[in-house]
């Protein structure tokens, strides 16, 4: 969990969103992570299964809103890990000295803006870590220096930060305080900040492998986020201390800090250029084998083609969906701009996510056979349409006048998502209910009749229980 969205995330969130306030932004974003891996939590120990978000709310609401949700879960993985991937290429121009992080792209002019800088490193990146071979040792390390990494940035950082920068511009022109773009720009950049929570959920799919889940799932889970918000705040803090918001860089924000705004320790530039690059490779390998892992499970329900559930032999790693994934990763990371990618990503999570908490109401107060189930689902009918006016409001309310209290957690970071993220959430939503219509349920119906669908569950379930999946536990 302790991921490179930070390294990604944080420099767009501060210049363009909540400015030093960016420390709130990671602070509300990892309260909503809580209250979801809360959530997450109780599936786990109560349904100790592989699978995560889909199977939870495949068994608690159905086939439908299951392959609706994991879609949208893994389409968010992949635009992350392209953001990510993306944000790579910044970091390795910074490690190499380069004071353009472009020259490492090549612009093709006829192409729009924001699609015409062709990443190629991004590509290599992708596509290296998806022929990937695990090694437990090697990640392990490199995942105790990224953490050693990230506490120098954070004691470096208040060491040579001045406490000014947190409410005074570096240009006079611009908006000055703690709050320069107000709080919405919090929340925007809570929206954004968000795609760093991405990856708490896969502990819950272990809980099958975990000799005492109801005392271990609990701590591992909210631990980590708990963990990984301090060490969030504080790594956007010293930022902060560092540089003001208007001189930071959004594309390598933590590198440009120390070289723009600390003499004599601008070789400290060079430094976490190196320590960010393994930290995203490190971080990356983790989430693209996890989107894989999901991708696999969903294969097995036969709502997808059953080639993307079948494993190697030898590794027992999901190599048809590690293949397609990577490839569609990279093709993204290609073309878009990293700014475009952190429009779109945070909504299908944050749905998803949503959708795990009605699961959880759900199973507590209706029982199969015994309890009548529409008083609970008109209340969450009301609720999640009330969420969407709220949103609704909150989006075009007009400049200046008060907003309404917040419904929820989740809803207090979806307001703050801007408009292309919601276009992409609906058009890819709508994506997946056709293919659902015309696919996935009669292959669903096919696999129940003849039996497949019990064989493959069968068998996947005797596969988790004899592998240690390592990815998901790193």
């Given at each position: 969990m302790v991921g490179a969205g930070v390294f990604v995330t944080t420099g767009h969130a501060s210049r363009l969103c909540a400015g030093p306030a960016v420390v709130l932004s990671y602070a509300i974003a990892g309260l909503c992570a809580l209250l979801s891996a809360f959530?997450?939590?109780?599936?786990?120990?109560?349904?100790?299964?592989a699978g995560g978000a889909f199977s939870y709310i495949r068994v608690t609401f159905g086939e439908f809103l299951a392959f609706l949700t994991g879609s949208n879960l893994i389409i968010d993985y992949v635009?992350?890990?392209?953001?990510?991937?993306?944000?790579?290429?910044?970091?390795?121009?910074?490690?190499?000295?380069?004071?353009n992080h472009t020259q490492l792209r090549f612009t093709i002019h006829g192409l729009p803006k924001g699609y015409n800088e062709i990443d190629l490193?991004?590509?290599?990146?992708?596509?290296?870590?998806?022929?990937?071979?695990?090694?437990?040792?090697?990640?392990?390390?490199?995942?105790?220096?990224?953490?050693?990494?990230?506490?120098?940035?954070?004691?470096?950082?208040?060491?040579?930060?001045?406490?000014?920068?947190?409410?005074?511009?570096?240009?006079?022109?611009?908006?000055?305080?703690?709050?320069?773009?107000?709080?919405?720009?919090?929340?925007?950049?809570a929206a954004?900040?968000?795609?760093?929570?991405?990856?708490?959920?896969?502990?819950?799919t272990m809980a099958e492998e975990v000799k005492d889940p109801v005392k271990n799932i609990p701590i591992g889970v909210s631990g980590s986020v708990i963990l990984v918000t301090v060490l969030y705040c504080l790594m956007a803090a010293s930022m902060s201390a560092l540089l003001p918001y208007d001189m930071i860089d959004p594309e390598a924000p933590f590198s440009g800090a120390f070289r723009e705004g600390s003499s004599g320790w601008r070789w400290v530039s060079n430094?976490?250029?190196?320590?960010?690059?393994?930290?995203?490779?490190?971080?990356?390998?983790?989430?693209?084998?996890?989107?894989?892992?999901?991708?696999?499970?969903?294969?097995?329900?036969?709502?997808?083609?059953?080639w993307f559930a079948r494993v190697h032999h030898s590794t027992s790693t999901p190599v048809n969906a590690s293949a397609f994934l990577g490839i569609f990763t990279a093709a993204i990371a290609l073309f878009t701009d990293l700014n475009i990618l952190l429009k779109f990503v945070s909504i299908g999570t944050l749905f998803i996510f949503y959708m795990v908490a009605n699961a959880v109401i759900y199973r507590r107060y209706v029982t199969v056979g015994t309890t009548n189930p529409w008083p609970t689902l008109s209340f969450l009918f009301c609720f999640s349409l009330t969420s969407v006016i709220f949103t609704l409001l909150w989006q075009f309310a007009p400049s200046g006048k008060p907003k309404g209290f917040m419904l929820g957690s989740c809803i207090a970071v979806a307001i703050g998502i801007v408009q292309p993220s919601y276009v992409r959430f609906g058009f890819f939503s709508a994506l997946v209910v056709l293919v659902?219509?015309?696919?996935?349920?009669?292959s669903s119906f096919d696999a129940e009749e003849d039996g497949t669908l019990s064989q493959k569950t069968g068998e996947s379930m005797k596969e988790s229980i004899e592998r240690e999946d390592y990815t998901l536990k790193v």
């Open positions: 959530c997450y939590t109780e599936f786990a120990v109560d349904m100790p299964v635009l992350s890990n392209a953001a990510v991937a993306r944000g790579f290429t910044d970091y390795l121009g910074t490690a190499l000295g380069l004071s490193i991004a590509v290599a990146v992708v596509l290296l870590l998806t022929l990937y071979k695990e090694s437990s040792w090697l990640n392990m390390v490199l995942t105790v220096l990224h953490i050693l990494f990230i506490v120098f940035v954070i004691v470096v950082g208040f060491w040579r930060g001045d406490w000014n920068n947190f409410t005074e511009p570096g240009n006079p022109k611009n908006a000055g305080g703690f709050f320069p773009f107000g709080a919405s720009g919090v929340f925007n950049g954004m900040v968000y795609l760093s929570y991405i990856g708490y959920d896969a502990v819950s430094v976490i250029g190196v320590g960010a690059s393994f930290g995203i490779l490190t971080s990356l390998l983790v989430a693209m084998l996890g989107q894989a892992r999901y991708m696999c499970v969903i294969g097995r329900s036969c709502v997808v083609p059953s659902y219509v015309l696919y996935s349920v009669h």
